[in-house]
C-alpha cells in the first residue's frame, strides 16, 4: 500500500490566492482527518469525515477554509482567499474504523508544507 | 478547561541512558493514551497505544505507563539511540471507532552518541 498520499508537498502563494490541498486516503479507511501544524500551536484538527461525510468542523479557523470528501478516495482542502498567517505544514490522515478495535491509530500523509506571502 | 501537556519541548540525553517523556492532561477522560514518533518534514507515525485499564505496555525498547488518577502517561526508551532522535507526541482516544485525537505539542528527544 502506498500510504496516505498528499498534493502538493510545497506551495508557495501570494497573499489573496486561492490554494487547494489534496490528499488520498488509505484504501479501505473509512475516517479521514485534516489537521494543520505549527510550532506555536502544534497539531491542530481541522476537520474529519466518516464514510465521506463531515463530522466535526469545529476546528476550521473561519469561512476561509472548506474542505469536502466527494468519494472514499480523494480529500481537498481549499483556503480562499489565503493569508499570510495561514502558513503551516498541512497534514491528511486516515483511519479504518471497526466495531472489534474502538481504537483509533491514524496513518499520516506526508504534509503540505504551504507558505503564503 | 481541557488541556493536554508534554512538559517538555526539548530532552537531551546521551547514547544508552533511558529517556522518559510525559504527557499530562485534564478534564479528559480517554479510553486510550497513544504515542506517535515524527521526524523533520514527515508526517507521525504511530508507535503503540495503552488502554485505561492498562498499567504499562511494553514494545522492544518501548515502555509506556498510563495513570489515570494522575491523569499521565509516562514514555520511556531504553538503551537509546542517536536514531531514536525525533519529536514524539501523546494523543487521547475516547475508544469509539471513528472519532478524532486530541494531540500534545511533542518533545523533541535528542540522543547524543
Known amino acids: 500500500d502506498a500510504g496516505v498520499i498528499q498534493s502538493p508537498r510545497h506551495e508557495v502563494t501570494e497573499m489573496g490566492q486561492e490554494v487547494t490541498l489534496r490528499c488520498k486516503p488509505i484504501?479501505?479507511?473509512?475516517?479521514l482527518f485534516w489537521y494543520r501544524q505549527t510550532m506555536m500551536r502544534g497539531l491542530e484538527l481541522l476537520i474529519y469525515?466518516?464514510?465521506?461525510?463531515?463530522?466535526?468542523d469545529s476546528g476550521m479557523p473561519e469561512d476561509r477554509f472548506s474542505a469536502k470528501m466527494p468519494n472514499a478516495s480523494f480529500s481537498t482542502l481549499k483556503i480562499q482567499p489565503s493569508e499570510p498567517r495561514d502558513s503551516a505544514v498541512y497534514f491528511c490522515?486516515?483511519?479504518?474504523?471497526?466495531?472489534?478495535?474502538?481504537?483509533?491509530?491514524?496513518?499520516f500523509g506526508p504534509g503540505t508544507r504551504l507558505t503564503v506571502l | 478547561s481541557q488541556k493536554i501537556e508534554q512538559n517538555s519541548e526539548a530532552l537531551n540525553i546521551q547514547e544508552g541512558k533511558t529517556a522518559t517523556l510525559t504527557c499530562n492532561y485534564t478534564?479528559?477522560?480517554?479510553?486510550?493514551l497513544q504515542w506517535y514518533r515524527q521526524d523533520p518534514g514527515r508526517g507521525p507515525v504511530f508507535l503503540l497505544l495503552?488502554?485505561?485499564?492498562?498499567k504499562e505496555k511494553r514494545k522492544e525498547r518501548l515502555k509506556v505507563t498510563f495513570d489515570t488518577t494522575l491523569k499521565q502517561s509516562l514514555f520511556h526508551i531504553t538503551a537509546s539511540q542517536p536514531a531514536d532522535s525525533a519529536t514524539y507526541l501523546c494523543?487521547?482516544?475516547?475508544?469509539?471507532?471513528?472519532?478524532?485525537?486530541?494531540f500534545g505539542k511533542g518533545t523533541t528527544l535528542s540522543v547524543s552518541s
Open positions: 490522515a486516515s483511519s479504518p474504523t471497526s466495531v472489534t478495535s474502538p481504537y483509533n491509530e491514524q496513518f
Open positions: 484504501s479501505g479507511h473509512n475516517s
Open positions: 469525515f466518516n464514510n465521506n461525510v463531515p463530522i466535526d
Open positions: 494523543a487521547l482516544d475516547w475508544g469509539q471507532a471513528g472519532t478524532a485525537l486530541i
Open positions: 478534564n479528559y477522560s480517554p479510553a486510550y
Open positions: 495503552i488502554r485505561e485499564n492498562e
